[in-house]
């Protein structure tokens, strides 16, 4: 920590780079961060035309005297994460944020065009967190919205199809989650989690039914008829769907492999029979991807294949 005089008076300068020719003022409790400009500019082609010699912001700079950059709307916590991050100084970065950090980050990364930059520090803070409040859930799924990666924000929205059991509309009464996510995404939430409690109902009900000459399948038809008693269609509104595929994965036998029951040969069900094989396949029809969000026309297709 260094000092700088500012206005008469010294304050505190977070020395993120100690020769740095620029201190962003951040956020309006004036924060203020020792950078280097080149290290902005190589991150950044908002920094990169900002600290351009024909603007303000770009004349003069050097370590003796380094220019103070105002950046009052921003947040000063995610400002010294991000820029730590391009300056590698990997040790200062924190090993968790919270959700909401994240999306700060999220939203300092968007605004400045630091998405490539910011790639692989991002995939740890980006992941699914199933077991967090509702609020955090829904600041992670803008901060993914954000970040415009295709496959982060499919797992989030598959995370909150699996995992949550309320009404999506919730997420809608939170003011910052409410004015980054587009209203669609929630629309199809519902939309692909009723479809997958629906199919996976079928599965129960083929489950039950399967039967086979010599018996092999009783037991575990049984078992399946009584998850259909615990999850009928009522009471599959008010279970997460992973309880209920956790529940049909400790039933299923189908990895018995090709073996004889009596007199019987059973042949090894193929990769699309298995019960894995089927959950994969239903998890790819109902995930939402940043496509399906976007286009308001629905006689365009998503470019990723649900089918």
Known sequence: MDTIESNGKSDPVLDISPDGDVVLVVGPRNERLRVQSQCLQCASKVFDAMFKPYWSEGQGLSKESPREVPLVEDDAH??????????????????????????????????????????YASVQWLKPRPDEERVDKGYLLAAAFLYDDMDTFAAHTLSLIL??????????????????VHWKTFYLLKERRTRMRAELSQLLIKGKRAACSCGWAKTRGEKYALLLLDYGPLKMLDAPISEIIEKMEKVSCEDMGRKYHGNWLHEAPTKDETLPGQLETLKKKVSIYLDCVRSLDATIPCRFQHE
């Open 78 to 119: 995610a400002m010294q994460t991000i820029c730590c991050v391009i300056h590698h100084r990997n040790n200062d970065v924190p090993v968790s944020l919270t959700s909401k950090e994240v999306l700060q980050i999220a939203i300092a990364v968007d605004k400045y065009d630091l998405k490539v930059a910011l790639k």
């Open 163 to 180: 995992y949550h059991k309320g009404s999506y509309l919730e997420f809608l009464d939170d003011e910052i989650t409410n004015q980054i």
